[in-house]
């Protein structure tokens, strides 16, 4: 990845986009368009289809008739396996290329969007359709006169609405595993960031997908994902984004066919440094690089950082010297550190919870404010927000920005309080050298991740999900196939 091949991807003019259906690119029915924004600068890059229900109708159909066909949801899982091996090395192939499209859609910094999107998509591509024959069914235990089979089917038609923060990576947590499972899909990306999933419909194209497996339909939520969270031919509904949207799709699922629903919700996850931590240091970058990256729109973001009274102050300022190094510039540019956020409405509401948090008493440490404004992008200082108290709004609510609230406990006891005194569960982390509490805070936090002396870094191979607010259901790892897939018995009399 160098510099010079990074700024002529990013002068490549972008077509004006189209709706992925049946395995070819269309209009929306009325010829409906959304602008896209590059939050780098502020200006139009290209367009996306706007579908509404009648385009939702099509995607819809054309998964069902591919799933009834059998071509794919029928094949054999070697078949199956060879097609997502091969969409995984052409998503390796063009790594750079989906890498800028994306940041350029999104403003994810380079460093970050390259590891964490293309080359992520493609690991876990290959993750499931290595594991698509080695997931068996099961043999009951019977009289020797009864044969009992448990088998494993795919569910038919599956619908993923996914967010703009990793819109790959998270992409390929649902559509490689419902893929792998025998499903088809119809994928609604973020109306902010969909140019990359555009693309990955290509290239499941050219992997041999066929056509009608894969559907990528563009547009508003409040329009094209409601239609899909009412319609009564999508049996299931996985979904990564805000707790609003989480409620709405399970009304839609009652207001119609009871689909499944699976949802990966917000967080507000707390950080926690006892005094013993092995090295402070560390602790204050690594959490810094834990709220800060990705200009803080991270569902597992340590957005709440908890620090032992005794060694507060003393942290503060070494969480303080290591955000100041960070670099927030042109996510293209490979120095920097943190990139933009990805819209002006995004970044309204991030500065909307600056103004709330020091109305509510909370002491502003270091940024807060608006910067590089001249360029015509969206970019935020990385801000510390020090004195925070329980019940102040931002220690409470999810900015889903870089803004850090930070607490001070006195002891173990009231750092679990502390940990678990949001409404959400979704990650966490303990820093300390005393394996006993280690374990004991693994137990006491509730939350689908708990990092011990690190925060981020999990792989394909754990899941990823939350308790409470945070929704259910599971992310990645062999455990996701239990979203995309239902349990059919068979009970044969051999008398």
Same mark, same amino acid.
């Given at each position: 990845m160098?510099?010079?091949t990074i700024d002529a991807l990013r002068q490549k003019p972008v077509a004006a986009q189209?709706?992925?259906?049946?395995?070819?690119?269309?209009? /929306?029915?009325?010829?409906?368009?959304?602008?896209?924004?590059?939050?780098?600068?502020?200006? &139009?890059?290209? *367009?996306?289809?706007?579908?509404?229900?009648?385009?939702?109708?099509r995607a819809v159909a054309a998964a069902r008739a591919a799933f009834e066909k059998g071509s794919w949801s029928r094949a054999a899982p070697a078949a199956r396996k060879k097609v997502l091996l091969k969409l995984a090395d052409l998503i390796e192939k063009h790594a750079l290329e989906l890498a800028v499209l994306g940041v350029r859609d999104n403003g994810t910094e380079i460093g970050m969007a390259y590891k964490a999107e293309p080359l992520s998509a493609a690991g876990t591509f290959r993750y499931y359709a290595e594991a698509i024959d080695k997931v068996y069914g099961e043999i009951a235990p019977t009289a020797p006169d009864v044969l009992g089979l448990i088998h494993r089917e795919p569910l038919g038609v599956v619908a993923a609405i996914v967010p703009w923060n990793f819109p790959m990576m998270i992409g390929a947590w649902k559509v490689a595993p419902a893929l792998a499972a025998g499903n088809s899909v119809v994928l609604k990306p973020a109306e902010v960031a969909s140019l990359t999933l555009?693309?990955?419909?290509? +290239?499941?194209?050219?992997?041999?997908? #066929?056509?009608?497996?894969?559907?990528? !339909?563009?547009?508003?939520? /409040?329009?094209?994902?409601?239609a899909l969270g009412l319609h009564m031919d999508v049996d299931a509904i996985v979904f990564t984004g805000s707790g609003g949207v989480g409620r709405r799709l399970l009304d839609y699922s009652a207001r119609s066919n009871l689909k499944r629903v699976q949802l990966e919700l917000g967080g507000k996850s707390p950080n926690v440094v006892f005094a013993d931590a092995p090295d402070l240091d560390i602790a204050a970058k690594v959490s810094a690089n834990g709220i800060f990256r990705n200009a803080g729109q991270v569902c597992v973001a340590g957005s709440r950082l908890l620090v032992q009274s005794s060694i507060y102050d003393a942290f503060v300022e070494k969480l303080v010297a290591a955000t100041v190094k960070m670099? !927030?510039?042109?996510?293209?540019?490979?120095?920097?550190?943190?990139?933009?956020? /990805? /819209?002006?409405?995004?970044?309204?509401?991030?500065?909307?919870?600056?103004?709330?948090? +020091?109305d509510e008493g909370a002491q502003l440490v270091s940024g807060g404010r608006r910067i590089r404004e001249e360029s015509g992008g969206y970019y935020m200082e990385p801000t510390i927000?020090?004195?925070?108290? #329980?019940?102040? &709004?931002?220690?409470?609510?999810?900015?889903?920005?870089? !803004?850090?609230? !930070?607490q001070?406990? %006195?002891? %173990?006891?009231?750092?679990?309080?502390?940990?678990?005194?949001?409404?959400?569960?979704?990650? *966490?982390?303990v820093w300390t050298a005393n394996l006993a509490r280690a374990h004991r805070m693994v137990r006491a936090i509730r939350a689908g991740v708990v990092h011990v002396n690190t925060y981020g870094?999990?792989?394909?191979?754990?899941?990823?999900?939350?308790?409470?607010?945070?929704?259910f259901g599971r992310d990645k790892s062999l455990h996701a196939f239990d979203k995309y897939s239902d349990l059919k018995t068979a009970w044969i009399s051999l008398a």
């Open positions: 160098d510099q010079a189209k709706l992925f259906i049946g395995g070819v690119f269309a209009d /929306s029915r009325d010829g409906e368009t959304l602008p896209v924004i590059s939050p780098i600068d502020g200006t &139009t890059l290209t *367009s996306i289809a706007d579908a509404g229900a009648a385009d939702v109708d555009l693309r990955l419909g290509e +290239l499941a194209a050219e992997a041999g997908l #066929p056509e009608g497996v894969l559907n990528i !339909v563009t547009g508003r939520g /409040s329009v094209t994902g409601e670099k !927030v510039g042109d996510p293209l540019d490979i120095k920097s550190d943190i990139g933009a956020v /990805s /819209s002006m409405e995004q970044l309204k509401k991030d500065l909307g919870h600056v103004a709330t948090a +020091l927000f020090g004195g925070v108290a #329980p019940g102040m &709004t931002v220690a409470r609510e999810e900015v889903f920005g870089p !803004v850090l609230a !930070v001070r406990f %006195e002891d %173990e006891a009231e750092a679990v309080r502390l940990a678990n005194g949001t409404v959400y569960g979704l990650a *966490s982390a870094g999990a792989d394909m191979t754990v899941p990823l999900g939350g308790f409470g607010q945070s929704g």
